[in-house]
């Protein structure tokens, strides 16, 4: 890519600037332009064949839905069903007697302490440990290695193993917090009640925080050696180098693991939904969960069209402030 | 120096510390897996005489076999049909400023923002239409999994892809194509031998993706294409109280990722970081 970039742009002064008109950027070199745009088209075109019919199209089907009276009495009719106009958004967001809209109103609300306590957990977690693998010591090449572990077990052990962990008789985290060292007098009920959303929490960061350890780690390795020293000879502790140095320079990197993260989180299903079940109660019901559920369970499709409208809605509000806040980091890093 | 020393060791056995919390719920799942029944509900654990009982089990309790055979097979499918798209799109993309390489390259990161109910209510309508109106069947079967994981980790494999051919030196391709290669002969015969870790990293990569991927299957399937999660998932409802055969359950579906994983480590961590370093 850079050498390309290189061409076009070293040619760049060579052309007069495009009018408007023209539309056009500057031609790569080698006048044949057409037929190498061709060549790359047809290259892409088997994956954007399967990204519309996948993406695309059901997306906008989606979009559709979300404005159809869609369930059990229509759900014969599929895509025919009668309009809805905006009902389905008015239920959601705004019908204080509409059970829906309460139910949505709470799975956001956990959605979002899940997110923001999870993705703090990970970022945080992954720059410590990461920190700590960036030194000198034996096994060093093993420990990085075995670090990542638990970002392959797959979500759904996760969510079984943890299940299992959390029993609150036989379970081995109550045993270890009330029988082994006595920190807790009794023994908590974590899979249900209020302690159910830090069942599904805890394991989360559990198996984000490798990735994002690796990311830094990465990061890390990049960050010249030369500016530590220089900084340690005009006596600048590490506290202070961390701070002045390795934190600015590791910040696109924190930036991009930030919006992959919340967008991941947001979306999370899996959790919940094998450790706590198709309903995992009001404390730990994420929006995930709270729309498959209306939908497949109470055949609420146009209800969950429109909740997933919202829910996207709602992403792209966080893509637009991320952008805003993290632009300068993306375009100083290129 | 010496507390200097001092500091230095206290952060080692942290970092040993850290690596011991981080796998020991791994450990609980194995240790758990070796026991019987019954030590597990009791938490009397008899660390010392393991048993593979539950192992045995685990295959007669649900069709587990059914569930693993088509995870392998969907999974198998999608990765690669996937990693060859991939290939294709992320080449096109590492190397050709085409016109729409912008508005592509977005959009392809574009599709990871969409919420996975919005698109899953559409597609599940839609195959619930196509097996009421035509001969083609997708609800319920291998292939309607296998075309729409396919889809679904294709943007993520791009980027894997892309940033391997980025990697490779241009000259590669100039040269041979001076010798009278094709641009396309080029790609297959030059590039794509020598992006073959990337295309095993990217594989691997789609295929843990797609192992761990529950949203779809459950909506999409009923009977016939239920994968691992969905068996996990069946197993709880029936069995809840077999955890030892649960727990096997567990190691059994994690350990072709395991090694799928550490047998590709070196490509797999280049792959994942390559945005890290450098743009």
């Not at chain 1, 082994?180 to 249900?192: A, C, H, I």
């Not at chain 2, 080692?12 to 510390?17: D, F, K, P």
């Not at chain 2, 019987?36 to 007669?60: I, R």
Request: charged residues 10%; hydrophobic residues 55%.
């Amino acid at each position: 890519m850079a050498s390309i970039d290189t061409v076009t742009t070293s040619s760049g002064p060579a052309v007069p600037p495009d009018p408007p008109a023209q539309a056009g950027r500057a031609r790569p070199r080698r006048g044949h332009g057409w037929r190498r745009d061709r060549f790359a088209y047809a290259l892409i075109a088997p994956a954007v064949l399967f990204m519309v019919a996948i993406h695309l199209l059901p997306t906008l089907g989606g979009g559709v839905l979300a404005f159809k009276n869609l369930n059990t009495f229509t759900f014969s009719q599929l895509f025919g069903a009668p309009w809805a106009g905006l009902r389905n958004f008015e239920a959601i967001l705004f019908d204080d007697a509409n059970p829906l809209h309460n139910g949505f109103l709470n799975a956001a609300g956990n959605t979002a302490v899940y997110t923001v306590v999870t993705v703090a957990g990970v970022l945080i977690g992954g720059l410590l440990i990461a920190l700590l693998l960036n030194r000198e010591f034996p096994g060093q090449r093993i420990v990085r290695t075995l670090m990542l572990a638990p970002w392959v077990v797959p979500s759904f052990v996760v969510a079984v193993l943890w299940g299992f962990m959390w029993q609150s008789d036989v379970g081995i985290v109550n045993k270890v917090l009330v029988d082994y060292t006595g920190l807790l007098d009794d023994r908590p009920v974590w899979l249900l009640g209020p302690n159910s959303l830090w069942a599904i929490i805890i394991p989360s960061i559990w198996r984000g925080l490798p990735f994002c350890m690796l990311i830094f780690l990465a990061g890390l390795q990049a960050v010249p050696k030369e500016l530590h020293e220089a900084a340690a000879i005009d006596g600048a502790g590490p506290i202070r180098r961390f701070f002045y140095i390795t934190l600015p320079l590791l910040r696109p990197l924190i930036a991009v693991q930030l919006l992959i993260q919340v967008i991941y989180a947001a979306y999370q299903f899996t959790i919940p939904w094998i450790m706590l079940g198709t309903n995992p109660g009001e404390h730990a019901d994420l929006l995930m969960t709270l729309i498959v559920r209306q939908s497949f369970s109470n055949n609420l499709f146009g209800f969950g069209a429109a909740a997933s409208v919202i829910v996207m809605l709602a992403m792209s509000l966080w893509v637009v402030v991320w952008l805003a806040a993290f632009r300068r980091d993306l375009e100083t890093q290129r | 120096m010496t507390r200097r020393r001092a500091t230095n060791w206290g952060l080692n056995a942290l970092t040993y510390l850290v690596l011991i919390v981080m796998l020991a719920p791994i450990g609980w799942l194995i240790l758990s897996s070796l026991q019987t029944n019954g030590a597990l509900s009791s938490g009397e654990y008899d660390v010392f005489s393991p048993t593979f009982e539950a192992f045995s089990g685990m295959w007669k309790s649900v069709d587990f076999g059914h569930y693993f055979a088509n995870s392998l097979i969907i999974c198998g499918a999608a990765a690669l049909f996937a990693t060859l798209f991939a290939a294709s799109a992320g080449y096109a993309l590492a190397r050709f400023r085409f016109r729409g390489h912008r508005a592509y390259s977005l959009t392809v990161i574009g599709t990871q923002l969409i919420p996975g109910s919005l698109f899953l209510l559409p597609l599940f309508i839609g195959f619930i239409w196509l097996r009421q109106n035509t001969p083609i069947s997708l609800y319920d079967t291998r292939i309607g999994m296998i075309l729409v994981y396919t889809a679904f980790f294709t943007p993520v494999a791009i980027y894997f892809m892309r940033s391997f051919f980025q990697a490779i030196p241009r000259d590669l391709e100039d040269a041979a194509m001076v010798d009278g290669c094709s641009r396309f002969g080029a790609f297959v015969r030059i590039v794509l031998p020598n992006a073959a870790p990337g295309l095993v990293a990217t594989f691997i990569y789609a295929f843990l993706f797609a192992w761990d991927e529950l949203l779809f299957v459950q909506a999409l399937t009923e009977s016939r294409a239920e994968t691992i999660p969905i068996g996990i998932h069946n197993f709880i409802a029936g069995y809840a109280q077999e955890y030892a055969q649960l727990m096997a359950a567990g190691v059994v579906s994690t350990v072709p990722v395991i090694v799928a994983f550490y047998a590709t480590q070196r490509w797999l961590v280049r792959g994942m970081t390559a945005g890290a370093v450098k743009g």
